[in-house]
Nanobody, 121 residues
Framework: QVQLVESGGGLVRPGGSLRVSCAAS????????MSWYRQAPGKERELVAS????????TYAEFVKGRFIISRDNTKNTLYLQMNSLKPEDTAVYYC??????????????WGQGTQVTVSS
């Protein structure tokens, strides 16, 4: 079955950097678009960034443009989110998501369990 396991979360100071990873298994990782979402306490889950199956096209939410980079290594079945210039408002649980097709406009079918990112001094 599909498994998405996030790692790399933690506590970081404002202005710092962190990279979270998502190890995928149980499906052909290179055939599907992937995304990162996040959910802060008391807020709805929101899309952070998406990437197509080959990694050639990606998209970002306005609030992370220029600060976060989504990437993938299809030889390692792993999705990454490099987060730079972190702000306290980036504090949230970050989730890895698998889409139904190679295109990230298709619906999300599977979720990871999430990894906590806390930005605080």
């Amino acid at each position: 079955q599909v498994q998405l396991v996030e790692s790399g979360g933690g506590l970081v100071r404002p202005g710092g950097s962190l990279r979270v990873s998502c190890a995928a298994s149980g499906f052909t990782f290179s055939s599907y678009a992937m995304s990162w979402y996040r959910q802060a306490p008391g807020k709805e889950r929101e899309l952070v960034a998406s990437i197509t199956m080959a990694g050639r096209i990606n998209t970002y939410a306005e609030f992370v443009k220029g600060r976060f980079i989504i990437s993938r290594d299809n030889t390692k079945n792993t999705l990454y989110l490099q987060m730079n210039s972190l702000k306290p408002e980036d504090t949230a649980v970050y989730y890895c998501a698998k889409h139904r097709t190679w295109d990230f406009s298709s619906e999300v079918r599977d979720w990871g369990q999430g990894t906590q990112v806390t930005v605080s001094s």
